[in-house]
Structures are given as structure tokens and as C-alpha cells.
């Protein structure tokens, strides 16, 4: 008898998120699915308004990473305007990009995903959260949320507030850098790289103790994607994009984002709102609703990749990642996401203490002036979570016909739902489900960091309510908790 | 600004080993930021954590909206039922519903779809794709929109608001802590703007 389990992080909680596992006759998982269930309709409503008013609106898609979503909807506005902003412009929209990287991953890191690491996959829920860090390990706590202020903190500067900051604006952004800004920035630096190098030795530690974890947490050949400086760097704000099969082969070396549509396809699935990318020289067909096109998107992706990050430390770290994988073969753990986060943390770092010892960024030319030029315009960056695209299409007066967003989540979204699938069957045993099997089916999503308000944002824990279904629908067990 | 009486507790002094406040925080159609915005309390969580419990949040791993709430933050506006049923569970076991957030208030970014009806705009971001639209019917896996994004005072009571997209930390601060001493939100004029 065929059976369906629904884990289902009670939609009263946010009613963001749901997985469904479905049983054989032999009460092994067969398939599994994790639907998205948040939908806000940006696409469709943003039509008809000016794409002046484009970075404002989007950036309220995600109070995460608002200022993905601000620079890739003013470089889509660049693009319209037809103008190459000022190189002062670019370097600072650069800056608070790092500025993001970092508060967003130490937000996974510490807030979110060291409860887990830290306290332990089966440890008690009603710990298992920040504030159960800060009574377990205060000091680590306090070290977690002043690295993410540090990345708060330069948002604030750059743009006077930290969440969605009018400041970044087709033709480049508002206002330039004050030298008392540059240095207030330089004097919080040291205390962000030391925090940072105590991130690296906790994740070591913990992850010693989780290889079990690491083996079957979205372990599994996919496609990579990401943008790369052109040269082959870690790259976040520009560049070409990269796609990487399992095997290390490259398949993509330097494509031209604008043409993303080329590689990129975008599938639906009447159980999600959230689409499926996916990469599109490879079919969406098959046996199974993840297909040979599923590729991976984000920090794990981006170091993967890249042929080096850039800068020393980085690269010292980047040649200790690598050692997880067999030559010249991307690291396939989703687990390892946690490292590539802390890697990047650490890049971004020493590239903000390399930009602020620029002379010119404290220029006070920071904006091109320019009217609708082309009628279509595409924007990308690389969000905390991955590769994120802004299309837009225009009359003559800058009204939006037509917009298409690719959101950094929905990219990973087949490689999610496999994930679910694999930590299921290696913990779901005979349609047994333990709280430690449910956390840990939620951990394998949270190594992804899901953006899930550019869909659905869970942040943190999310409670979860299974369901044994039976095949003639009798609720053959259920278990709640969050 | 609506100002609430209600008194969440009797004083502000509270003694060594008094019960916590409980305090609750929900997100329906919203980006979050209202959220990170909280967070950006930074040192000052760790401070609330001694004064307050935080009994039911996104960020915390709680199964179900709890009973005997004494404040709840509601960030984002009503947009499927999925939120019009934690709404009315949270307003019947909470003392004080703050409307967390412009969106929350007035229904802000997440309401710019009520001039399209539900079905044009689920055809037309879905259309494209390989595959078939969802439409949050039948099994109920994903929640059907409701047809125009409602303000949070406009499905239940509300208590108090705090607006801003996202209310800056010190303005989210001066009404939490008023709210624990049990004081009315009051904020001064500008912290009342929208935007
Ligand atoms: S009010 Fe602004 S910051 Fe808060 S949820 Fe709405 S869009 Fe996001």
C-alpha cells in the first residue's frame, strides 16, 4: 500500500513552505516534494509602471537581500538608460554588495543554521534557535550578531538604512562615500575578520562531527551556475556566467548573462509557486521531476566554479575547501554550502578593506544622466543565494510592458526537492518519522539558505506537520512539532 | 497612531525571577524586512531575551501559534487563507496585535496586485513555463490567494501600528519596550511616516 507523508510547516506559521514524501507499498520513500506555497505576483503587477520605480518595488521582494534586487534592477535600468555609470558608482554598488554577502550569510550562519550545527540535529526544539544559542553560548551569539551588524552597518552607510536603502538607481547611486564614512568603515574592519576566523574553526569542528550529515544532505551530481570575473575569478556583481557539470567539465565558459533565456528555461509545477529553472542545452523530462538539467546556484556553486577566489585569505581557505573533493571535481554536498558562506564572508571582507583604500571612492561623481534608450534591458548580480536576473521590456516612455524575474532560490528548487528526497530515504525508515528525522529533512533545505520570500522566506526553523497518508486516505500517523 | 491601554503587565520594575513577557512575532505577505529590521536590534536582542520569551517567530522553532500571548508583532498584509486563519488564531490568543510594518498597516507593496483579478495574474506569471499553473485548489497544498490583499486592521482587531517599510530598529525599540512596560505606543512624529 502506497502511502503519502505531508510535512507541512503549518501554513498558520507563515504558510510559506510544505514537503510531501510519498511511500511504496514497502513504506520506502519513493518520491518527495517541497512546495513553495508564498506568492506575491511581482511580475504581472509591476506592468504598467515606471522602470524608475523598479529597484524601490523589487527590493521590497526580500527584506534579505533587497539590495540584490536594488542592483540588479538598476543595471537592467543601466542597461534602458544605454549609459556605463561612473567608475566611483560601480565600485561603491560593489561595496554594499559585500556589505549584504556578509550580513546575509552570518544571518544563515549564526542565526539560523548554528543551532543545528552547534546544539545538534536531534538536540530539543524549543532550544534549537537563536535565542537558545544565546543562553547556550553567549559569546558566540554576540560574535554572530556583530558580524552581521558589521554588514548591516555598511548598507546604513552607503545608504541610510540597512533594509531597502533608495540608493542604488538606474545610471548608478544617490549619494558618494564621505571620507568619514571610508574610515568609520576601516575601523570596524579588524573585528569583522576575527570574528570570521572563529566562524571557520566552529564550522571545522562541527562538521567533524557530522560526516554522516555531510554524505547525504544534497550529496548528489548536478550543474553549477554563477557568474565569474572574466578571467575566471569569484565574482558578485558582474561578469559572465559559468555553468560547471559534476565532473568538473565546463559547459557554459563565458556567457553573456543578457542572454540568459538562451540557457535558462523555466518550468511549472501545479504543486509549487515556485518555477523550476532549469538549464536548457538538457532536457526537463524524464523518469522524475528533477531532471538532467537541475543545476545549483549560490555560494556552494559560485566556489565551485571559479578557478580561484581573488584574494589571499580567500584563496588559502578556497584550497581547503577543495581538498573535499576528489581533483578537480566540485565539492556535491549541499552541506558544504555552510563553508562556501564563510568563504565568501571572507572575501567580502578583504575586498571592502581593498576598496576602501581606493582613492577614487570617495569621488563625488557617482551618477550618468540619461532617457529611455533601448527598450529592453536585463539586469543580473549574484544575490547571497545565487545568480538573480531583472528583464525588463519598456516603451518609449519607460512603462513597463513586460518583466521577468529569476530569483537565486528558484534555481536551486529541483535541487532542493532531491535533497528532501535523499535525506528522506536515508532517515525515513518503514514511514517511521522521528523529530530528528524532521530536522533534519529541514536542515538539508536550510543548507540552501532558501530566499524564500523571493518565494517564500523561511527564516529559521520551520515547524513541520506530518501526515501518513495512507492510498485509500486514511491518516495512518501524524506528528507535530516546530 | 492609534494608541493601545491595554496593560501587557502591572509595572515596568520587574523583579528577579518574574515571569517573562511573552512576545511573538508572525510574518504573512511580506518581504521579511520588517523582520531584519527587528534583528537590527543587534545587542539589544540579547537584552529583550532577558525581559522577554520569545514564544512563537519565523525565527524560532515553535510548532503552533501558542495561548496567552502578551504581544505579537504581525509583519505583511492578508494575502491567502493560509494568513487569514493565522490572523484569527493569533488574534484570539494574543493580548496586544501590533500591526508590524507598512504592509501590515496599509497593505503597501504586497496589495499593488488588487487591481488585477487572481486568475489573470496566476495565468500570466505562469504561462511561459513547461508545465501547468498553480492554483491553490483542490488538495489545498498551496493556499488559494484571496482575491484583493487585505490590511491586517481590516480581517482582525488591532491593537497598535508601527509604520515604516521597514520601522527602523530605533522606532521598532521605542514601541517593544514601551509595549513590555506595559506603556501605551506612543511614538513621536517622525516615527510615524510611512515609507
Ligand atoms: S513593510 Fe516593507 S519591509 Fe515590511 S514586509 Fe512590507 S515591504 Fe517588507
Known amino acids: 500500500m502506497s502511502r503519502t507523508i505531508t510535512i507541512d510547516p503549518v501554513t498558520r506559521i507563515e504558510g510559506h513552505a510544505k514537503i510531501t514524501i510519498y511511500l511504496d507499498n514497502d513504506g520506502q520513500v519513493e518520491d518527495a516534494r517541497f512546495h513553495v506555497t508564498e506568492f506575491r505576483g511581482f511580475e504581472k503587477f509591476c506592468e504598467g509602471r515606471s522602470f524608475w520605480e523598479m529597484p524601490g518595488i523589487t527590493a521590497r521582494i526580500c527584506g534579505i537581500c533587497p539590495v540584490s534586487h536594488l542592483l540588479a534592477s538598476s543595471k537592467a535600468g543601466d542597461a534602458i538608460l544605454g549609459v556605463r555609470i561612473p567608475p566611483t558608482a560601480e565600485k561603491l554598488r560593489r561595496l554594499m554588495n559585500w556589505g549584504q554577502l556578509v550580513q546575509s550569510h552570518a544571518l544563515s550562519f549564526f542565526h539560523l543554521s548554528a543551532p543545528d550545527l552547534l546544539l545538534g540535529m536531534e538536540s530539543d526544539p524549543a532550544q534549537r534557535n537563536i535565542a537558545g544559542l544565546i543562553a547556550k553560548y553567549p559569546d558566540i551569539a554576540r560574535n554572530g550578531i556583530r558580524l552581521r551588524r558589521f554588514g548591516q552597518e555598511i548598507i546604513r552607510i552607503l545608504g541610510g538604512q540597512s533594509v531597502h536603502p533608495a540608493w542604488t538607481v538606474p545610471g548608478g547611486v544617490r549619494e558618494p562615500l564621505s571620507n568619514d564614512h571610508r574610515n568609520q568603515i576601516k575601523r570596524m574592519l579588524p573585528e569583522a575578520f576575527d570574528i570570521i576566523g572563529l566562524a571557520l574553526d566552529l564550522f571545522k569542528e562541527a562538521a567533524e562531527d557530522l560526516q554522516e550529515e555531510a554524505q547525504v544532505y544534497g550529496n548528489f551530481p548536478s550543474l553549477y551556475m554563477g557568474l565569474v570575473t572574466p578571467d575566471g575569478g569569484l565574482e558578485h556583481y558582474d561578469g559572465v556566467l559559468r555553468v560547471v557539470d559534476s565532473g568538473g567539465k565546463v559547459l557554459e565558459a563565458g556567457f553573456p548573462p543578457e542572454r540568459y533565456r538562451d540557457i535558462i528555461g523555466e518550468a511549472v509545477e501545479p504543486w509549487s509557486y515556485l518555477k523550476f529553472p532549469y538549464y536548457k542545452p538538457y532536457a526537463y523530462g524524464g523518469p522524475s521531476y528533477y531532471k538532467m538539467g537541475m543545476y545549483r546556484v549560490g555560494p556552494l556553486a559560485r566556489v565551485n566554479i571559479c578557478d ?175 | 497612531m492609534r494608541r493601545t491601554t491595554l496593560q501587557v503587565h502591572e509595572s515596568s520594575a520587574k523583579p528577579a525571577g518574574a515571569p517573562k513577557i511573552r512576545l511573538a512575532t508572525a510574518w504573512l505577505g511580506g518581504c521579511s524586512g520588517c523582520h531584519m529590521s527587528f534583528l537590527d536590534l543587534d545587542e539589544r536582542l540579547i537584552e529583550l531575551a532577558e525581559v522577554a520569551e520569545l514564544v512563537y517567530s519565523p525565527i524560532a522553532d515553535i510548532k503552533e501559534f501558542p495561548e496567552n500571548v502578551d504581544v505579537c508583532l504581525v509583519e505583511g498584509a492578508v494575502a491567502n487563507v493560509d494568513h487569514v486563519k493565522l490572523a484569527q488564531e493569533i488574534r484570539a490568543r494574543s493580548k496586544v496585535v501590533v500591526s508590524f510594518g507598512d504592509c501590515a498597516v496599509t497593505g503597501n507593496v504586497t496589495s499593488l496586485r488588487n487591481r488585477l483579478g487572481v486568475d489573470d495574474l496566476l495565468n500570466q506569471v505562469y504561462q511561459n513555463g513547461p508545465g501547468s499553473v498553480p492554483r491553490g485548489e483542490g488538495d489545498e497544498v498551496v493556499p488559494r490567494l484571496i482575491e484583493r490583499v487585505l490590511p491586517l486592521h481590516q480581517v482582525i482587531q488591532v491593537d497598535a501600528f508601527i509604520p515604516g517599510c521597514p520601522p527602523d530598529p530605533e522606532r521598532i525599540w521605542a514601541a517593544v519596550s514601551a509595549l513590555l512596560r506595559g506603556e501605551p505606543v506612543v511614538l513621536s512624529a517622525d516615527m510615524r511616516r510611512f515609507g
Open chain 1, 308 to 482: 580561484r577566489a581573488g584574494t589571499p585569505k580567500a584563496d588559502e581557505e578556497l584550497r581547503a575547501f577543495r581538498q573535499l573533493s576528489p581533483k578537480d571535481k566540485p565539492v556535491a554536498s549541499s552541506f558544504y554550502y555552510h563553508y562556501a558562506r564563510l568563504i565568501e564572508i571572507l572575501f567580502s571582507l578583504e575586498k571592502i578593506a581593498e576598496t576602501v583604500e581606493d582613492p577614487t571612492i570617495t569621488n563625488a561623481r557617482v551618477r550618468s544622466h540619461a532617457d529611455v534608450n533601448q527598450l529592453v534591458g536585463v539586469g543580473v548580480s549574484e544575490a547571497p543565494r545565487g545568480t538573480l536576473f531583472h528583464e525588463y521590456h519598456v516603451n518609449e516612455d519607460g512603462i513597463l510592458q513586460k518583466v521577468n524575474l529569476i530569483i537565486a532560490t528558484g534555481q536551486n528548487n529541483l535541487a532542493m526537492n532531491r535533497t528532501v528526497q535523499q535525506i528522506a530515504r536515508q532517515y525515513i525508515r518503514n514511514g517511521e518519522i522521528t523529530e530528528g528525522v524532521l530536522n533534519r529533512i529541514e536542515h538539508g533545505i536550510r543548507t540552501y539558505d532558501p530566499c524564500l520570500s523571493c518565494s517564500t522566506h523561511a527564516v529559521g526553523q520551520m515547524p513541520m506537520h506530518v501526515t501518513v497518508i495512507a492510498a485509500d486516505g486514511t491518516v495512518v500517523s501524524e506528528r507535530t512539532r516546530g
